[in-house]
């Protein structure tokens, strides 16, 4: 059986994004983690409430994030832990719809994103953070 390409960078992103283990001088951090295929679920079943609750408490109607506040809850960041370590039993094989893909994809992305600057914070911004060639990068 052959992959189409973009089922390889569905798989190849599912390694990079939801089990990502990176440096920052010296010291390793992990979003995530492992889960077995007899433990992955269709993307159709993967409950997205938990971060839509924290997008709700912590991101304004100008989609301003307060990540100060955020950062100070040990729960709420507990909790954006929880629903990415969800987020790896995400299955790139199991029939999905479109919708549910793109949901997953994109809550994923931002989910990470925010997981990465609530680590830095306090910064200016996300670009202080990415590497131009090699090294640490959100």
Request: net charge positive; with cysteine; aromatic share 10%.
């Amino acid at each position: 059986m052959t992959l189409k390409t973009n089922q390889f960078a569905l798989i190849i992103g599912v390694f990079s994004i939801l089990y990502v283990t990176t440096c920052d001088a010296g010291n390793k951090w992990s979003v995530g983690k492992n889960v077995s295929s007899s433990d992955q679920v269709s993307m159709d079943r993967i409950d997205h409430n938990a971060w839509d609750s924290l997008l709700r408490k912590y991101v304004d109607t100008n989609g301003n994030v307060d990540y100060t506040s955020w950062q100070r809850s040990t729960t709420d960041t507990r909790k954006l832990d929880e629903y990415l370590n969800t987020m790896s039993h995400a299955s790139t094989t199991a029939r999905a719809t479109k919708s549910a893909q793109l949901a997953f994809w994109i809550n994923v992305y931002n989910a990470v994103t925010i997981k990465g600057i609530l680590r830095e914070y306090p910064t200016t911004s996300i670009r202080n953070h990415t590497a131009k060639l090699l090294g640490y990068n959100i």
